[in-house]
């Protein structure tokens, strides 16, 4: 791939106003106290669970047993986890972070072969995967995009809204999603959600896994990951994981060619310190790459219905992303109370493509009518930043409370050159569109490139202050600097801009197991574009409420939570018309305003379970809906069961339900898609203690229907699919 240094800016313009007022419909508000009255119902039901198993384990005790758990319950088990930074980098668990918080575990990951970031997040409660493309995709919650993406906590926001590839899951241990506006943990991005990548980290002990799959369309993967101490004293750890995978598609044509590389290793410095360093590298290798997708209608506005198969894409058409990511932190536990952690990473991510689009809308009887547009394009993005924080305990009052602050840093250098063939004026066929054999450019007939450099600067802090043995309050703030110079696609990209984002939650707890809590975050973005003076816009400020309850239960095995939010998005650039050719913007504001409930762990001995349900509305600036191709509602379920009868054998199914979504093109031209649930089974059977058998089922009930309505274009999403896996572990 040639070397460029990556992706142009371009903000998304969303026609979006808010009103003034947090209102709550009367149904969220009845959901969330509905949720309310269940969660005491089931801390009774593991205290009781509590009593009859300390009874039966030594009946002669009394019943107020009290059980001293060990470091091992701290662990990380099934779909539940215990602990997370991931919202304030605190290091809280989930009932004490005031703001919602999903996570998808390493063992939900094996368990139904989620072995993409694509695959992952179309199974996380609250959050739309919008593969607008075979390659470009793009992701939204509480109806807006995502942007930010970070591995362990630390990373810079997208230049864009679009994410290049997808990204394979071998080297991650899970994936959080923190819903809401980020201020306090980003240093810019949109109230929308976080995604947290958790890389696996080596062993104490020595572990090695690994697995081999084949399914539907000769699609093959293997896996093997290695971990353990390379000295006998064990000061030094190491673990590498390798991940490959090539397979061809339901698409005409379309075959990806992907491979992954990720190693880290730590050592024991001294008393109390540990240095870590690793790096990661992917690269994606696809050919018969669709761009744009398929028309949706013909030239009389009628929607086409084509096979589940169509491809636009020429035979050489391809899509290439290589991701090179090096971290190296130092950590430094100066007591129990008190850690110094500073990380150190660079990123270097790059594109390189030949494309082919079939655009327009063909004659419904003839086939004639489609426009061919070719282009090539590549980009190169390189990544540094430097994070150092410190971290622990202090006393006031009598109480103890806690205190983390920082400063964060990141530079970022994106140079594109996109290339554009020599217009052709023959109208194609389907037939020949949808062939493939179109040829390759023979002449270029205009360039254009960027090339900017990005640097922001974050200084941030919290204290969470243990007001009572019952009330905590968090306080916390970012301010951040944002400099952007350099020219983008034929404009200059100069921008130098600052904010203050406040942090503010308060988690009380109504019962041992039971907390209620009020959050409100904060965010902004930097946009370029220009007001009729020729002066960039203020930056795009988000903000966001929450109320809720949340619960954990059987020994923290369950978690439970249900929230109330209202998300506000403000002076979003919306085209208003064209001076000399140009285009001048105004900021337009905008809401979206829910519930959202998650329960997630094991609900019974051998029953793991992880589960959300999503209502919301999203308006625009006369107060009507928009954005109506994200769904308004939605409901996840994934859950597995070994059966105690045959421990052997674990079986489960994950359902995904949405309702109806639809995109108004034009005044005649309209897409509608009825609400559908897609049911995927599995199943899994233990040989011995080292090699499991895995079965997979996607897409049961075959559902045909458009992948996405984000973009003027679209293509069909996978049909029923199968696939058998051999593992094993040591």
């Known amino acids: ?110 368990d139904f072969k989620l072995d993409t970031l694509n695959q992952v997040l179309s199974n996380t409660n609250g959050v739309t995967v919008e593969k607008m493309e075979t390659e470009r995709n793009m992701y939204t919650a509480r109806g807006f995009n995502i942007i930010n993406f970070q591995f362990d906590g630390i990373g810079m926001p997208l230049n864009s809204n679009i994410l290049h590839g997808d990204m394979d899951t071998g080297m991650i241990d899970r994936i959080d999603v923190l819903r809401g506006a980020s201020g306090l943990i980003n240093s810019t991005g949109n109230p929308s959600a976080t995604v947290n990548y958790v890389r696996k980290r080596p062993t104490a002990d020595f572990h090695t896994s690994g697995g081999i799959s084949y399914g539907s369309w000769n699609a093959r993967r293997f896996d093997v990951d290695v971990s353990g101490p390379l000295n006998a004293a064990g000061t030094v750890r190491a673990r590498a994981v390798v991940a490959k995978k090539d ?85 430094h536990n100066f007591n129990k109370d008190w850690i110094w952690k500073t990380t150190l990473g660079r990123n270097q991510l790059g594109t390189e493509a030949e494309l082919f689009m079939a655009a327009g809308s063909a004659d419904k009887i003839t086939g004639l009518g489609l426009r061919p547009n070719q282009r090539l394009f590549r980009s190169d993005e390189g990544q540094t930043f430097f994070d150092t924080n410190l971290s622990g305990k202090y006393v006031i009052g009598g109480r103890q409370h806690d205190l983390d602050f920082g400063v964060n840093s990141g530079r970022s250098h994106y140079v594109t050159l996109t290339q554009f063939a020599a217009p052709i004026r023959t109208l194609l066929s389907e037939s020949v569109a949808f062939a493939g054999e179109y040829s390759k450019p023979t002449k270029i007939d205009s360039t254009d490139f960027a090339n900017y450099t990005e640097q922001r600067t974050s200084l941030y802090g919290a204290t969470r202050l243990n007001l009572s043995d019952d009330a905590k309050l968090l306080l916390g703030a970012n301010y951040t600097r944002v400099n952007y110079d350099g020219v983008d696609y034929g404009s200059i990209h100069k921008i130098e801009t600052s904010q203050t984002s406040p942090y503010i939650g308060l988690v009380y707890d109504l019962s041992k197991t ?17 007001d009729i003076n020729g002066h960039a816009l203020e930056p795009v400020k988000g903000k966001s409420y929450e109320l809720g309850v949340k619960g954990e239960f059987f ?97 489960g199914a994950s359902v995904n339900w949405q309702s109806d979504i639809y995109k108004n093109y034009s005044a005649t031209r309209r897409i509608e898609i009825p609400a559908y649930a897609l049911l995927n089974l599995m199943a899994s059977y233990d040989i011995n ?42």
């Open 689 to 730: 203690k080292h090699v499991s058998l895995n079965f997979n089922i996607n897409n049961v009930t075959n559902k045909k229907r458009y992948i996405s309505l984000s973009g003027f274009s679209s293509h069909y999403a996978e049909p029923l699919s199968a696939k058998v896996s051999l593992n094993w572990k040591y």
């Open 555 to 651: 020994n923290r095995k369950l978690n439970a939570s249900g929230a109330l939010f209202r998300v506000e998005q403000n002076n979003v650039a919306e085209e208003a018309g064209k001076i000399r050719g140009e285009s001048y913007y105004v900021g337009k504001d905008g809401h979206s305003q829910g519930l959202e409930i998650d329960l997630s762990g094991e609900v019974a001995r051998g029953w793991q379970v992880n589960s959300g349900y999503t209502t919301m509305t999203i308006k625009d600036s006369n107060g009507e809906q928009t954005r109506t191709y994200i769904p308004r509602q939605s409901f996840h379920l994934a859950t597995t069961y070994q059966l105690p009868q045959f421990e052997k054998l674990k079986i």
């Open 1 to 110: 791939m040639k070397k460029f240094t990556n992706t142009h800016y371009r903000p998304n313009p969303a026609r979006l106003h808010a009103p003034s007022s947090f209102t709550l419909r009367p149904i969220n508000l009845g959901l969330l106290l509905a949720l309310s009255a269940v969660l005491p119902r089931l801390a009774h039901a593991e205290h009781h669970a509590d009593v009859i198993a300390n009874a039966s384990a030594n009946p002669d005790a009394a019943v107020h047993q009290v059980v001293v758990s060990g470091s091992a319950a701290d662990m990380p088990s099934g779909y539940a986890i215990k602990h997370s930074s991931t919202a304030t980098k605190l290091d809280l668990s989930p009932r004490e972070t005031p703001q919602s918080l999903t996570t998808v575990t390493r063992e939900q990951m094996d």
């Open 514 to 530: 039971i907390s209620a809590y009020g959050s409100y975050t904060s965010i902004f973005n930097p946009q370029i574009a220009k």
């Open 247 to 331: 397979a061809d598609s339901y698409l005409d044509r379309y075959h990806n060619n992907n491979g992954s590389l990720y190693g880290v290793i730590e050592a024991d410095l001294g008393k109390g310190t540990l240095l870590t360093v690793g790096h990661s590298y992917q690269k994606t290798s696809p050919t018969g790459t669709i761009w744009s997708g398929i028309p949706l209608f013909y030239s009389d506005d009628t929607p086409t219905d084509y096979s589940i198969h169509t491809n636009t894409a020429a035979k050489w058409s391809h899509w290439d992303a290589l991701q090179n990511r090096s971290f190296a932190e130092l950590k």
